[in-house]
């Protein structure tokens, strides 16, 4: 039965993403990408991928919709251009689908436990996720212990990526100066949004610790709450204005905040080092090996969510402080 | 039945060229980014494809459980901070795109080509 959902599913996928390409106004084209990313986020649970699924949901839905709002605003609401070349490019690429369509059948089938996929690392995480670490959570427990040299480099692009953005936005005509616009007052006159809002905001921090701190039992990490956290901010920003939102998390508190997760991330490596095991070996941590793991995934948990609220909000500060041109 | 085993790839594919259709076609660079951003949940959609295994569930263990399958939990983990880092490059990419809106005074393609001819 879950099947026939699925395929229903995935060919909704597909029609929103025609939406979203024939689209001529980018506002509706952002409003079906976070749509699509729902569904997205939709199938990737019925695929057994619950982790994901959170991720996709609260990065793909929430955050990335409201910085590609925020970047509308700066640039234009319509498309103007003619598509080029448009016969001969669809010629193209339905010769890619063709070829990509060819090669499916030389995969494995859905579900089929005997693809090459699951001989090789993931039975030995499966089997020794409960000897060595002892976490529910195998997912967490690859992506902080088993693959922690991978997630590390993983924080330091989400950083640099801000750093980036950063480096882009304050230059040139400079940040706006701190008039009442409309913009910068949000929807305080307008009483249901902020009834409503002020009462979600609480309960969406609260939720986002919840995927903190319960990550190694169930669904959620750092990665998941430090987006969630990051959308509750983004949601009292848009409901109080540009202005009270940074009196309230000032920028340097929130590039401090970046720093310092990837900082945390980092010296847990070399705290392990110094108490004589390898870089990001957690056994070192406390004289039995199994909860030196568990402090050691607890900490750079901590450090992956605390980057990812912190960069993800400046990035968000960094588009809506930006003047206007129109 | 057979065939539906292989709909997930199949619609891989399809989100894949849509992604590529867009960045090729279309002249506004917002909407290629749009394109870019399916492109990348058409990749992630692959992946987490592989991961799963008829009869299984989430890879989370239950205590005192026994027989349990489990779906495979390496893709998840390259998926799930492939999104992260996707949604701050995406960010990268807007970032830019709001310099070129300031300098040329477009985000169109054509525009900006013609602004560049014209010394």
């Known amino acids: 039965m879950i099947i026939f959902f699925a395929v229903f599913l995935l060919t909704l996928l597909v029609i929103t993403a025609i939406a979203i390409v024939r689209t001529e106004n980018l506002f509706v084209a952002v409003m079906l990408t976070s ?5 997205m986020a939709a199938n990737f649970f019925i695929l057994d991928a619950a982790d994901v699924a959170l991720t996709e949901a609260a990065i793909g839905a929430g955050v990335t919709t409201v910085i590609f709002l925020s970047a509308l605003s700066l640039t234009a609401e319509r498309e103007r251009s003619q598509t080029t070349a448009k016969w001969l490019t669809i010629g193209v690429v339905s010769v890619t689908a063709l070829v990509l369509m060819y090669a499916t059948f030389d995969k494995p089938l859905l579900g089929d436990p005997n693809a090459p996929v699951h001989q090789h690392v993931a039975p030995w995480y499966l089997e ?13 427990a690859v992506l902080s212990s088993f693959r922690g040299y991978d997630t590390l480099g993983e924080v330091f692009v989400v950083f640099a990526a801000c750093i980036g953005v950063l480096f882009l936005l304050s230059a040139g005509n400079g940040i706006k100066a701190e008039d009442e616009t409309p913009k910068s007052q949000g929807l305080r006159h307008h009483l249901i949004p902020k009834v409503v809002g002020r009462l979600l905001v609480p309960f969406i921090v609260l939720f986002g610790l919840y995927v903190q701190f319960h990550g190694e039992y169930g669904p959620g990490g750092g990665f998941q709450a430090g987006a969630i956290i990051a959308t509750a901010f983004i949601l009292h920003a848009l409901l109080e204005g540009e202005r009270a939102a940074l009196a309230a998390m000032p920028r340097a508190a929130l590039l401090g905040m970046a720093v310092a997760g990837a900082m945390l991330y980092g010296m847990v490596g070399v705290v392990c080092i110094a108490l004589g095991g390898n870089f990001l070996d957690y056994s070192v941590l406390h004289s039995n090996p199994v909860i030196g793991q568990q402090i050691g995934i607890i900490v750079i948990e901590a450090g992956v969510g605390i980057t990812v609220c912190g960069a993800l909000l400046s990035i968000f500060h960094a588009f809506t402080s930006r003047r206007g041109l129109n | 039945m057979e065939l539906l085993g ?12 849509i992604g590529l ?10 909407k290629k980014l749009l394109g870019l951003s399916i492109f990348q949940s058409a990749v992630f959609l692959m992946y987490i494809t592989m991961n799963k295994v008829e009869g299984g569930t989430a890879p989370i263990i239950l205590k005192g459980a026994t027989d349990q399958i489990f779906s495979n939990p390496l893709p998840q983990v390259l998926i799930l901070t492939a999104i992260v880092v996707g949604v701050s490059t995406t960010a990268v990419g807007l970032a830019i795109v709001v310099r070129i809106k300031e300098t040329y005074g477009s985000i169109e393609e054509h525009q900006i080509f013609e602004a560049d001819q014209t010394p």
């Open chain 2, 21 to 30: 259709y867009t960045v090729i076609a279309k002249g506004n660079l917002i």
């Open chain 1, 35 to 39: 749509i699509f990313s729902l569904l």
């Open chain 1, 128 to 140: 020794n996720t409960p000897i060595l670490i002892d976490i529910p959570n195998v997912v967490t």
């Open chain 2, 6 to 17: 292989y709909y997930n790839y199949w619609v891989f594919a399809i989100l894949l060229v």
